[in-house]
């Protein structure tokens, strides 16, 4: 509708300074998508320009819209108190039917060297377990927004940042040296991260049973936490690491790139990827010289016990810890340390931090504290907040071994897909190869859109039997729809019928043909939006009221039966660019589309 809208007002500015002699700016001329209640393509708001124009908004709408009508720029009119709804004529939808088949990249920006750079941070893992529901969602969403941001003309750098260090990571490795009798993932057949996983939790249910020990003998829980020789043991092995200790350390590269190697496969597995990956072990540091300087410059203060903080209550946050007494790193510090290094290595615009809601008071102080130091886009930074995962059985502890593996709901999806397929008769003729590869796509396509179909400020429920519904508001219907577009077209091939380049403009348009391109021309809008408010939901509810319009196009407007010629190649035209539009905007949320189904 963004070509209509720019096309229009050329035409409004001089019309309304010439009924009233006043000098009415572009801005001032405001557009709406015309209530369903009501007759029209376009509104058109007017409270704008009322006190200029020295009318009531009823008058001024009416004179404008006669005026509209009696120059050739629209078909039919009314008004609606302060809104002028108008119908823009047949030629007009066929003009933008002729615009959007003509442009590759209707609804993108272009990037260009002097485009802004946005930084997005996803993902975000522990090198202790492997990658669970929560990531996906964490993953997809971060992911999707890159994909966004860069339609709307923004150079995107995807950078992760893994937790390779801490207590949790020396609970794993004292684990496998305690119990793991030297497994590894070529000898036990298990990727690295999972077998990682399996000695976080193997310490977590040997510290519990020695936690009942001590509590038999009739020690508080207080008194047991105390007493704990395992908790010491993982303690002590993380000073070593610290200190660098040889053995300690080297295991600690083993088991981390055991750990690596199987994220990168879950990452394949759900087609997102990174531009550049920072690792806590090495920013930690870099974070701790940076609280320093800011010390020695009067940013922060120093206690009596030697601990580092930050005074932001002024600020209407509070006083926040920066290094221990001991001179270690908080969390907080770390996430300067990580900022300095990525400033260091890309001219940042804007930060975007893709992380759940329960760090929303985090990153308000990490704000503040960037802005102190000196970096230009700290006050400015991005909290992309996002609500929490939930299943219909409850909630994930990764120490109790409960949570939702990532890989076993992705291979879950796969056979759900298959089997739903087969019952369905989907791919009834497809070779083993072909339908796998399609079962593939359906199933991640339908854990995508799931995900991303949610306000991401919400939490949600995931069902994976109710995503891989080929009705309704899911995955599949979206790429069945697309699926069907691309069997009209190529039998309008074996027919010899070609899809032409563009039209004529004088032909006469069914109401399904209307309400298709109408819905056709909001695409650049909803990806600006989208861009704006950082919503993957906006890209996915627009596809699917798009496929919806399709599917009512096709089964009331005959195609390919059309004896019209004319017709028929402006419908088959129709059909291309609604499936390059379903394409184009599934890309934006990381999905496929199949060809065939």
Known sequence: MAGIEDTLKVKVLPILQELYGVEIQEKQIQFQKTRKEFEGDITIVVFPFVKQARKNPEALAQELGTALMNAGVVSGFNVVKGFLNLLLGDSKWLKELNKIAADENFGFVAVTEDSPLAMVEYSSPNTNKPLHLGHIRNNLLGYSLARILTANG????????????????????????????????????????????????????????????????????????????????????????????????????????????????????????????????KTFKEGKDKVLEGLKKGVFYQREDGSVWADLTADGLDEKLLLRSDGTSVYMTQDIGTAKLRYDDYPIDKMIYVVGNEQIYHFQVLSKLLDKIGFEWGKDLVHFSYGMVELPHGKMKSREGTVVDADDLV????????????????????????????????????????????????GMMFNPEESIDFNGNTGPFIQYTYARIQSVLRKASELGVEVP??????????????????????????????GEIYSPALIANFIYELVKEYNQFYHDVAILKEEDAAKKEMRLLLSKVTGDIVRRAVSLLGMNVPERM
């Open 154 to 281: 923004n150079r995107v750098v995807k950078t992760n940042i893994v937790n390779d260090r801490g207590i949790h990571i020396c609970k794993s490795m004292l684990a496998w040296q305690k119990w793991g009798k030297g497994e590894t993932p070529a000898s036990s057949g298990m990727k690295g991260d999972h077998l990682v996983g399996k000695y976080y939790v193997k310490f977590d249910q040997e510290y519990k049973k020695e936690q009942a020990a001590y509590k038999d003998r009739g020690m508080t829980e207080e008194e047991a936490l105390a007493a704990s020789a395992l908790m010491d043991e993982a303690r002590e092995m993380l000073r070593q690491w610290e200190a660098g200790v040889p053995e300690v350390y080297a295991l600690w590269e083993t088991m981390n790139q055991w750990v690596y190697d199987g994220f990168d496969v879950t990452y394949k597995a759900l087609g997102v990827d990174f531009d550049k990956i920072y690792y806590e072990s």
């Open 411 to 458: 291979q879950e999806m796969i056979d759900t897909a298959r089997e739903t397929s087969q019952e369905l008769g989907k791919l009834d003729g497809y070779s083993d190869e072909e339908a796998e590869k399609v079962y593939e796509t359906v199933a991640l396509g339908a854990l995508k859109y799931y995900m991303l179909k949610v306000d991401p400020k919400k």
């Open 501 to 530: 380049a563009s039209v004529p403009e004088d032909l006469d348009l069914e109401a399904k043909e209307t309400a298709l391109l109408k819905r056709l021309s909001y695409f650049p809008q909803v990806v600006k939006d989208a």
